[in-house]
């Protein structure tokens, strides 16, 4: 039997540490828990919120609804020859399922090592890092259609995949709940180092025919670096997502910054580092009240103690507007603002 708490304090549940209450919450173990909780019409009614990690949100007030957290475990693998199909619930802490694979040999999600949250978000955001995306390794995902109480398989043209978008947060937004996820690996490592500094670290580190687990190792050494721990510090990772601009508006901000840090995106488009433009603008390390921008990384907003969300929403705004005073590109929040 389902146990429906109410008024539950979420400070726990999501890593910025905001203190919000939930009006409803419940813990989801099995995927037959959703089938048992939507027989219920009154949950039909009311707003909802699925959660796992809480890495990926903001809640600048309470939430007066149903919060459903979700807890469903277990991996599991299947070996085709060269081809690796490793499936996981959505409750899996992402980064105990990239370590599962990399340390079975399992190629393919290493430059996706300490991304913060769970399994069943990693779709919806199209979670990515290191020039690897989710869409790079997913084969198919399940998911719980709250309407008709069915369970539905997605495809990888089905979820729409785009720059840290999917269908999940667009037309199909709300309406599907994502129980597990499959992904095709495979056992022989295909290495992307061209991103951040990977290349150079393996150099310091005297490596010179990297395996999966030394690039594994390496990313997650460069994130500890660069980022807080959500544990000791609330944060929710990289806070606003790097822009994607089209050649004509790059070359003149190019004439003017010759230094701005850029990647080729395809057709015509460039993508911008966006930790580079606010720490240009002189926010890196900057702190207003009991918030501001980490010391490392000035992409990474943190709540240094007492924080709300409000106040957190309050300091982006002010980064995205210097930001555009300065070099005409608009950021945008990568979290999750609730409420």
Avoid at 250 to 259: G, L, R, T
């Amino acid at each position: 039997m389902l146990q429906i708490q109410q008024n539950v304090s979420l400070k726990n549940f999501n890593t910025f540490g905001v203190d919000v209450k939930a009006r409803y919450f419940v813990e989801i173990n099995h995927a037959d828990d959703l089938v048992e909780l939507f027989m219920d019409p009154q949950w039909h009614q009311i707003e909802r919120l699925v959660i796992g990690g809480g890495s990926n949100m903001l809640f600048i007030e309470d939430f007066d609804g149903l919060v459903l957290h979700m807890n469903i475990r277990g991996i599991e693998h299947r070996i085709n020859h060269n081809e690796v199909f490793v499936e996981a619930g959505g409750g899996e802490v992402w980064n105990d399922l990239v370590n599962y694979c990399v340390q079975r040999g399992f190629a393919g999600m290493e430059n996706l090592s300490l991304i913060p949250g769970s399994v069943g978000a990693s779709p919806i955001q199209n979670i990515g890092a290191y020039g690897v995306e989710l869409k790079d390794v997913f084969s198919s995902c399940k998911a719980f259609e709250i309407a008709t109480g069915k369970f539905r398989t997605f495809s990888k043209a089905d979820c729409e995949f785009g720059y840290r978008e999917s269908v999940f947060k667009n037309t199909l937004k709300g309406q599907y709940i994502i129980v597990s996820v499959k992904f095709d690996l495979s056992l022989t490592a295909n290495l992307n180092l061209k991103y951040g500094a990977i290349e150079q670290e393996l150099q310091n580190r005297g490596i010179s025919e990297p395996t999966i687990k030394d690039v594994s190792q390496v990313v997650a050494h460069i994130r500890v670096a660069k980022l807080p721990d959500p544990s000791t510090i609330g944060n929710a990772g990289s806070f606003f997502k790097n822009p994607v601009i089209t050649t004509a508006e790059f070359e003149p901000i190019k004439q003017n910054y010759p230094d701005i840090v850029n990647y080729p995106a395809g057709d015509g488009l460039v993508k911008l580092a966006a930790g580079w433009l606010i720490e240009q603008c002189g926010w890196r390390g900057k702190v207003v009240g009991n918030t501001g921008t980490w010391k490392n990384q000035a992409l990474v907003l943190v709540n240094h103690g007492g924080a709300t969300g409000q106040e957190v929403y309050n300091f982006s705004s002010l980064i995205i507007d210097s930001v555009y005073t300065k070099f005409g590109v608009t950021l945008q929040r990568e979290v999750n603002i609730i409420g």
